[in-house]
């Protein structure tokens, strides 16, 4: 089944609040290795005129997944994870994200572009703070392949 056109427009509701938490800034830095003080060390973080740490850049991907799973889970989508690929994704900040936001992440289908026997599928999540001012926008690219994929079908005809 192909990717479904009428994505295209389609607005999701928003997520639940996500609580940014400091040890969640810290694990993602150390794992990402984010080394800046900045991320595991609140009064550095202070020192450069933040209330907390500091989110590496990336972090906005761990609230914009929230979105995804919502995009995924359509049964109408033509989305098949085991022929998807992450093949694009981008940050558009206005300020960084800080331990103690409380975040809340809207995502939108910008483009569905097709490519021989794929698509391409652009969306925008769009996050708030808990007073409604932009953070940062997310934007991802999955390419989705309409190609049999002969390893999950069988999988399937399995179950």
């Given at each position: ?114 490519m021989g026997p794929a698509s391409m599928i ?5 996050i708030r703070d808990a007073a409604g001012e ?26």
């Amino acid at each position: 089944m192909p990717v479904n056109p009428d994505l295209v427009g389609r607005a999701f509701a928003p997520t639940a609040p996500y609580l940014v938490g400091r040890e969640k800034v810290r694990e993602f830095a150390r794992a990402v290795f984010a080394d800046s003080p900045q991320h595991t060390d609140v009064a550095a973080a202070q020192a450069l005129g933040f209330a907390d740490l500091v989110a590496p850049p990336t972090f906005a991907m761990v609230i914009q997944d929230q979105t995804l799973q919502q995009l995924l889970g359509l049964a109408d989508s033509g989305i098949v994870l085991s022929r998807t690929i992450h093949a694009e994704q981008r940050f558009a900040y206005t300020r960084p994200i800080v331990a103690g936001d409380e975040l809340v992440a809207t995502l939108s289908v910008t483009g569905i572009r097709a490519m021989g026997p794929a698509s391409m599928i652009t969306s925008e999540a769009e996050i708030r703070d808990a007073a409604g001012e932009h953070v940062v926008t997310a934007t991802s690219v999955l390419l989705v392949s309409d190609a049999p994929d002969a390893a999950a079908d069988a999988e399937e005809a399995r179950a």
